[in-house]
C-alpha cells in the first residue's frame, strides 16, 4: 500500500519559516519524481516545487528563491524548506509521486501565514 505522509504545517507568523516533510512508503522512491503542491481556498491547486529522481529541481515563480525542495532516497522523504513566508502562502500543501503512470498523492497538510 503506497502512503506519502506529509508533516510540519503549522501556523508561522508572515517572514518566518517552516520545514515540510513527506515520508513515502510502498513504492520505490529513488525513481520517483517527487513534488510540492499547493492549493489555497477558491484557487486551483498548483505546483509549487518538483525534483526528479535525479536531483534536477522546478519552482514556480512566487517562491523561487524562497523554498527549497530536496530528497532523502535513503529516508524515502522529500522536504520543503520554505523561507520568508507571506500570506500568499497560506494554502494546503501536498506531497506527489509520479513516475511514468504511476502517481500518488499524500493527504494534504495546512500551511497558515499570519500575524
Known amino acids: 500500500q503506497v502512503q506519502l505522509a506529509e508533516s510540519g504545517g503549522d501556523l508561522v507568523q508572515p517572514g518566518g519559516s517552516l520545514r515540510l516533510s513527506c515520508a513515502a512508503s510502498?513504492?520505490?522512491?529513488?525513481?520517483?519524481?517527487m513534488g510540492w503542491y499547493r492549493q489555497a481556498p477558491g484557487k486551483l491547486r498548483e505546483l509549487v516545487a518538483s525534483?526528479?529522481?535525479?536531483?534536477?529541481?522546478n519552482y514556480a515563480g512566487s517562491v523561487k528563491g524562497r523554498f527549497t525542495i530536496s530528497r532523502d532516497n535513503a529516508e524515502k522523504t522529500v522536504y520543503l524548506q520554505m523561507n520568508s513566508l507571506n500570506s500568499e502562502d497560506t494554502a494546503v500543501y501536498y506531497c506527489?509521486?509520479?513516475?511514468?503512470?504511476?502517481?500518488?498523492w499524500g493527504q494534504g497538510i495546512q500551511v497558515t501565514v499570519s500575524s
Open positions: 506527489n509521486a509520479h513516475v511514468a503512470r504511476s502517481e500518488y
Open positions: 510502498g513504492i520505490t522512491f529513488r525513481l520517483y519524481a
Open positions: 525534483i526528479t529522481s535525479g536531483g534536477i529541481t
